[in-house]
């Protein structure tokens, strides 16, 4: 069911110059699905251009390596029927074709256009906001300022951190007026808002407008924040602390490490980043002054999250607010968040009553988006004299800028916690946590949101224990894991791990990473002066669960048997529109490419939870199959009724319904061209635990400390796969975003001013394709208990494991020189100091 086109089985590959049955026929062209290509409509040249390229040089341009898959499924559980194969993403070649729909490209009659006057120093009282000149510059229709936004009362934006902390305290939530109010407290906050005919004149004349400052002490590193004596941001926050909590247990972790023949403990910095999705943060807003509604055109990850941050914000009813959004240009979480921005237009566009459109620069971007990670840890491993594991302790300070998104302080708060004993079967645990405010952009849920945090604290301390007691870094993980027969597995922390294989996982990356002939590479590394290393990191994460009450997809099925589905979960470039039209199309038994995915519809109406956490596979993922089948069910006896059959007499395949009783049939098409045919899906599903091995090899050049990653290995847990296509996609952009943090990425600010010093990618270091070589993917899959479908989630993996993957490979090359745990970013200035250093001895 659910073909998906013809296989040619035994073809020679003329990408990989070997024998492949993943060669299909689609639209009169062939498809390899064996490596993302932009689109099937290129193959064929693509093809071609590669016939012509050596066999050899072919395998080193593949940048890709597939492993045979690998299931331990119980076996009464298939693999998804038309998934798990590298089915073609449905919506590329509308979006390669330029038919997408994003922020440039949303128009409205009648449209102005905004720009925002950005504070230009990290803390200082705002004296005076002089706008005369502005409001007389050509083409200006409004100037909007701090005391225009305190009087609309847009004040108070959401916060979802509403659980009690340390000795039952409450969190500090900042009052953050959308344009900067009797004080501005980092560099780019929104100070005021120009409304003008053309975008061009509203920049004109915002920089026309003079504001006088009355300078105030800055803070910027969050240890500093939390001192005795340190500039105060907010009245309400007492000593920048925004909140604390405790986890685990405190009073069995110190007896534990009273008793240890040995404790490793490392410092880690987990430096701010910046997400920088390739489209740019914009916003369109029209009022309806007959109705008091307003219709919000915006990126978003999902419509209702955006909603109620909006109505939080506002007080603008629910039913008052019509958020709308079609594709968008990658997320990594920042996509969550009701801006202050998006919010000033509103007040603009309610007053002139025309809509007001805004689209940030990328210098915007880097000084107002939200940041990621900024997390500084202090941690600790107890270990007996065989290297058994008896506690992990730490203490965790996130910097979470000046203020709280709502999503911002619950990352490091919750997440961690799930998770905290990582894949190991640790038996006790505390740490402690506080988030510290500081004159800085505000920090929010980036790719992971603390998950590849957690993993990375754990997994250092992991390989840096293995290598003070002489254990190998594999067998000592070996001697630790939670054992397959545990699961259902609860952790200290009060976590249930459903289902997992850590041993087969890293039997299997171990295997493919080729780790028994590491040391003959090593050698040779050495004969050519490159100092070569080995690092791996098991991890587990917890994904699925989300804040609202359900998921819900519906399915309208029209007079041609075509079905349109919507959703509220919001596709950033995971292939929403191929993985749930699969979905549907398998239990359907219908090709996918009869299903339309339509996303952000807010008439429709429908609950759901926002696409982030790797959650939506298992939410609205498997709510599709559940709408597939409740279509099934309800048609029945429509179906039954225009046969003159009773539903008992009715069977369903592939689209048609038919009679055991005579020769009578009709398809889905041609029933809901005789009744409306639609139906809403509905599921709640809780957290599961994908989980995965990576093992990272690679080589530095001592006389410049500039380092290549020569291997890298995945071994993965997502529970069923339904496309790998897809999954493979999502895991080189997470391992990407590793590497990118690992050994460049880091948003810096003057320690004295607060200006920010990385404003740019000329001093931002992204991930460059150079970068990357050749990443081998493969799954070591278990069937997961809280889905039906058996799915777990996959799109943070990635960065979960590199981080601790790629850090613990660098520290193995550098040990034998003596040079001490070093921390990111690992530059190639960093290491070749540290190089320097430990050849002079100190």
Known sequence: MGQQGVFFHGRRCGFYDMDCDRCIVRDGGYRCNTVVILSRAFFRAFCVMLEAIPTEERASRSGVQHAVRGTVMDQHHHLFDVGGAHVARLEDLRLIKGEGCYAADWKLPNQAHAAFLRADRAHAKIVSVNTEAARKAKGVLGVYTGTDAFSAGYVKPLSMLTFAGKDGMKA?????????????????????????????????????????????????????????????????????????????????????????????KLKLDCTRVAPSPMEPRACLVGYDAGSGAYTIHVPVQGINMMRMQIAT??????????????????????????????????????????????????????????????????????????????????????????????????????NPVTCLNGVYKTPALFGRWRVALTNTVPVSAYRGAARPEIAYTIERLVDESAAQMNIDPAELRRRNFIPPQAFPYKTPTGSVY????????????????????????????????????????????????????????????????????????????????????????????????????????????????????????????????IAAKKLIEHATPLAAEQMGVEPSQVTYANGVFQSTESERKITLGELAAKKPLTVTGEGKFGSTFPNGCHIAEVEIDPQTGVTDVVSYVTVDD??????????????????????????????????????????????????????????????HTTFGTISPLGVKGMGESGCTASLGALANAVMNALRPLGVPPLDMPLTAHKLWQAIAAAKKGH
């Open 313 to 414: 914000y506002t007080g603008v009813p629910d039913d008052k607010l019509i958020i709308k959004a079609r594709d968008v240009g990658g997320g990594f979480g920042q996509r969550s968040i009701a801006y202050t921005e998006y919010v000033a237009l509103m007040i603009a566009a309610k007053a002139l009553n025309r809509p007001v459109k805004w689209v940030a620069t990328r210098s915007e971007a880097f000084m107002s988006d939200s940041h990621g990670r900024a997390n500084y840890i202090t941690a600790e491993l107890a270990l007996d004299k065989d290297g058994t594991f008896l506690a992990m302790k730490l203490d965790w300070i996130a910097d979470l800028g000046a203020y709280l998104h709502p999503a911002g302080p619950v990352s490091p708060m919750r």
């Open 718 to 779: 997502c529970g069923t796969v339904i496309n790998h296509t897809i999954v493979e996609g999502q895991m080189h952009g997470a391992v990407a975003q590793g590497w990118g943090q690992i050994f460049g990425e880091n948003i810096v600010y003057d320690p004295e001013t607060g200006q920010l010093l990385t404003g740019s990618f000329a001093d931002y270091p992204m991930p460059k394709a150079g970068w990357i070589r050749d990443i081998t993917i493969a799954d």
């Open 172 to 264: 500090r939530i900042p009052d953050r007026v959308v344009l900067a109010h009797g004080r501005v407290r980092f560099v780019g906050e929104t100070v005021a808002m120009v409304v003008a005919e053309t975008a061009l004149q509203a920049q004109d004349a915002a920089e026309l407008i003079e504001v006088e400052y009355e300078e105030l002490p800055v803070v910027v590193a969050p240890e500093s924040a939390l001192a005795d004596g340190a500039p105060q941001l907010h009245d309400n926050v007492p000593g920048n602390l925004a909140f604390e909590q405790e986890a685990g247990d405190a009073a069995a972790v110190a007896a534990a490490f009273a008793k240890a023949a040995h404790v490793t």
């Open 498 to 625: 459903d289902i997992a294989d850590f041993p087969g996982v890293l039997a299997k990356a171990l295997k493919l990473a080729d780790v028994a002939g590491f040391a003959k590479r090593r050698a040779d590394s050495e004969k050519r002066g490159l100092l070569r290393g080995q690092g791996m990191a098991t991890v587990i994460e917890n994904s699925g669960a989300g804040m609202f009450p359900k998921d819900e997809i519906r399915l309208e099925v029209a007079a041609d048997g075509n079905i349109t589905a919507y959703s509220v979960s919001h596709s950033q470039g995971q292939g929403h529109e191929t993985t749930f039209a699969q979905i549907i199309g398998d239990g359907l038994g219908i090709p996918a490419e009869r299903i339309k995915l339509r996303q952000g519809i807010a008439e429709q109406g429908l609950i759901g939870n926002h696409t982030g956490g790797s959650r939506t596979i298992v939410g609205a993922g498997t709510v599709c199959s």
